[in-house]
């Protein structure tokens, strides 16, 4: 799978790392629906995190599909909202 990070660039994910993810996606959604910022925020830069560190960057000059587009680390409560499925950022 190819995941882009808004502002950064694309990495390669193994579909067998979004049981993981998916993880982090719940505990992020549980806090965006009760509104905890501080919660959101540790949250979304742990997931974005992680992705970093499952991940496998792409080159700067590669421009695949991307099956996978997270915010920008400095995305708002919000600007995450706006970007929201049924079933979080990640798909599971």
Not at 10 to 20: C, I, V
Not at 36 to 54: Q, S, Y
Not at 58 to 83: F, G, K, N, Q, Y
């Amino acid at each position: 799978m190819i995941v882009r990070i808004m502002g950064e660039g694309q990495l390669r994910l193994a579909d067998s790392h979004l049981t993981e993810l998916n993880k982090l996606d719940d505990e992020l959604l549980a806090e965006m629906e009760s509104g905890d910022g501080p919660g959101f925020r540790r949250t979304f830069h742990a997931l974005l995190e992680k992705v970093r560190e499952l991940g496998e960057p792409l080159p700067d000059d590669s421009l695949e599909p991307s099956e996978l587009i997270l915010p920008a680390p400095d995305a708002t409560l919000e600007d995450v909202r706006a970007l929201l499925r049924d079933d979080g950022l990640i798909p599971g």
